[in-house]
């Protein structure tokens, strides 16, 4: 054992006495300067570029073994530009022998000034540093005993640098095929000792500019960090980084952006964490915290984020984008929102989502299930929204323009385009949306359940909910694979008050009042309004019952019917201008821009009336005829009786167009009416005297029969 012992201690001697020679041989007799000439040989042979060493070379053995370089400067690839590939104007290094024998790194700091790396692609896509990489047999001699190169198991038990110290570096980046060049430069790094698990400082800086878009601007980042290679766990304490830039490629030309954090990761365990997050930039200000599992193949991150304070109005303007003006001058001023994130590589979540929106409150869950085919899932609650408040604001005048007017010419004078679909062809979307009250085009809706499903180009909407005292389920159906696009909607609405509907979404008195039913199943192509009007087909079936009819009374009209017949003058009007009635039926059958009626049938206690004609959606004219007959007596109507015109048929002719519409009595149609209808009483009358006539010549033929048959027996 001892000639065992004294064998070693004698081994090690020598090594120590070799090192030592060795150490004297270079520091006394060896000059590194002496092989410039042959080291730049040796890398034009393998390389085929060359190597330049204007700097004053040094070599330090023991118990360091380190370098000092002086200018060095390599050349580029043939074929690229007449910039180096690389060059520095001072570096030094040295790492300490003994500690690699213990499978140790332990180096002094690293000092790297004026490094300057130029990378190119040409417009063929070959690079400049392809002749610089290629296959390692180390790679294959690991891949064929069954071992990865580079892997855990060749990593040093333990790293320890004294510092690191990057000082103005450029690095150049060029891609004629793009057509874009980057730059990084001014690039400065720094830090403390790196010893395993001990923190130390970090400071990074740099300046950046881009052609395409253009950028340009500088970040920082700094602070305390730690390594542990063996454990492989890092983490970077205080973070502070910040971003000025500017340029066209910057939202609103130019940004000041901040970000605070504590990060850690083990890849041991696979994990990450994310403490104290703040982001800042635009006046928003992002909160939150996160962690991280499924290093590094399949991370996953989740946690609660904040955004508090957003006032959208002054981030539209921050990024000059013009804000929408709203009839409420108050809206798009505050917004929050708060959720639980979580993102992994192939989705993104949103979960107990709690967001604000000037009065409105939004909860529910937002995910894109599917980055790659960006499907969206939602599942959403409004408690209330007023839509009016954020269109625009009517004219100055208070008058909207007419309804028949064409599109508002754009800026080259032609029509408005309809919108256009090709977000709608590639969405992928489903879910529902809740909104407790909804108030939108002037009408009002409560307990709002929107279904909405959307792919392959085609968006089916599926709202339903209350309505003035009733209810409407409908389903609308955009189909955006053909061109023009397609539209279908049916459904219908149910014990609906329709006056106030209508006066809300008209913002008009009401013409019709009573309780709806009313079924409609129209289609039609293109989503232009004019497009729509003459391509829109279907039927349209209205049930009214208890209502009125406002802005007509016909039993005024009956009444001037009376006076044309009698030849007097009509009594003045009395009552109010309606008619009122019980149960109110109508189908419309729309096609080629026009919609027609043929069925009308309105009944009371005094009056049945029916009518017949058509409107004209493209140019929004009406030519409609409507024809009353009394049943009954005036009574409630305020009027006199009306015997005259009992059981005749009293036209009334409907003209003008949407917003102006004509009522006026037929009064040619009502004497061609009348002359018949005496001409057939009159014919009647005689009918029933020559039927009277008959029939008591029948029976004195009769009477006249048995008396000669009587004789003639006797």
């Not at 395409?212 to 766990?233: C, E, H, I, M, Y």
Request: aromatic share 4%.
């Amino acid at each position: 054992m001892k000639s065992v012992v004294r064998i070693v201690i004698g081994l090690v001697l020598l090594v120590l006495v070799l090192l030592g020679a060795l150490a004297a041989y270079l520091a006394f007799v060896f000059d590194a300067n002496d092989y410039r000439e042959r080291l730049g040989e040796m890398v034009t042979e393998q390389t085929g570029r060359r190597l330049t060493l204007s700097g004053e070379l040094k070599l330090s053995v023991f118990p360091w073994l380190g370098f000092e370089l002086g200018a060095v400067e390599l050349g580029n690839a043939p074929g690229f530009s007449d910039r180096p590939f690389a060059a520095l104007t001072a570096a030094e290094a040295r790492l300490k022998l003994l500690p690699l024998l213990r499978n140790e790194i332990a180096v002094d700091r690293v000092v790297l000034k004026g490094l300057q790396l130029s990378l190119e692609r040409r417009a063929d896509g070959k690079t400049n540093w392809a002749d610089l990489t290629g296959p390692r047999d180390t790679d294959a001699a690991g891949a064929a005993d069954g071992t990865e190169a580079g892997s855990a198991g060749g990593a040093p038990a333990a790293l320890a640098v004294g510092g690191i110290d990057i000082q103005d570096a450029v690095i150049r980046w060029e891609d004629e095929s793009s057509n874009v060049r980057h730059t990084l430069s001014d690039v400065d790094i720094r830090s403390g000792q790196i010893a395993p698990g001990v923190p130390f400082d970090l400071d990074l800086a740099a300046s950046f500019a881009a052609s395409a878009p253009a950028v340009q601007g500088r970040f920082t980042v700094n602070g305390k960090a730690s390594l542990d290679l063996a454990a492989r766990r890092y983490a970077l304490a205080g973070l502070r980084a910040a971003l000025k830039a500017s340029g066209e490629g910057v939202p609103g030309g130019a940004v000041d952006a901040g970000l605070m954090a504590d990060l850690s990761v083990d890849l041991a365990q696979g994990t990450v964490s994310v403490k104290g997050l703040s982001l800042k930039a635009y006046e928003v200000a992002l909160t939150g915290a996160l962690d991280g599992t499924g290093l590094p193949d399949a991370p996953v991150l989740q946690g609660p984020v904040v955004l508090e304070g957003l006032n959208p109005r002054q981030l539209l303007d921050r990024l000059k984008i013009e804000a929408p003006r709203t009839a409420n001058p108050e809206r798009l001023k505050r917004a929050a929102l708060k959720a639980r994130l979580q993102v992994s590589p192939t989705r993104i979540a949103l979960d107990e989502l709690a967001a604000t929106l000037d009065d409105s409150k939004l909860g529910g869950r937002v995910e894109v299930a599917d980055l790659a085919r960006k499907a969206l899932r939602f599942e959403l609650a409004v408690d209330a929204l007023d839509v009016d408040s954020y269109l625009p604001p009517a004219p100055a005048n208070g008058s909207a323009p007419p309804a028949s007017a064409p599109a508002a010419p754009g800026a080259d004078g032609k029509a408005a385009a309809a919108p256009s679909l090709d977000g709608l062809r590639a969405l992928d979307a489903a879910g529902r949306l809740r909104i407790g009250k909804l108030k939108a085009g002037g009408v009002q809706a409560s307990e709002i359940d929107i279904g909405v499903k959307a792919a392959g180009g085609r968006l089916v909407l599926s709202p339903k909910g209350g309505l003035y005292g009733g209810q409407f389920d409908s389903e609308l159906a955009l189909d955006a694979r053909p061109n023009p696009p397609a539209v279908a909607i049916t459904g219908g609405l149910s014990d609906v008050q329709i006056g106030p509907m209508l006066r809300d979404l008209t913002a008009k008195p009401e013409r019709l009042t009573g309780r709806a039913r009313i079924d409609f199943k129209l289609k039609g192509t293109g989503l232009a309004a004019p497009a729509l009007k003459q391509t829109l087909a279907g039927t349209v079936a209205l049930n009214v019952r208890d209502g009125a009819v406002k802005g007509v009374n016909i039993a005024q009209f009956l009444r001037e019917a009376q006076a044309a017949l009698t030849g007097q003058k009509a009594d003045s009007a009395s009552g109010p201008a309606q008619t009122d009635f019980s149960d109110l039926n109508a189908t419309v059958v729309l096609g080629g821009g026009v919609a027609r009626n043929d069925d009308l049938a309105m009944r009371s206690p005094l009056l049945r009336v029916g009518g017949e004609g058509a409107v004209d959606l493209v140019r929004e004219s009406i030519d409609y005829r409507i024809s009353a007959a009394v049943v009954g007596t005036l009574t409630g109507q305020g009027g006199k009786s009306l015997d005259q015109v009992r059981g005749v048929t009293v036209p009334v002719r409907v003209g003008g167009s949407f917003s102006e519409p004509t009522y006026a009595l037929d009064t040619e149609a009502l004497l061609a009416g009348a002359v018949k209808g005496r001409l057939e009483q009159e014919k009647a009358v005689v009918k029933e005297k020559v039927e009277a006539a008959r029939e008591k010549a029948k029976d004195q033929l009769k009477e006249e029969l048995k008396k000669g048959l009587g004789g003639l027996f006797r």
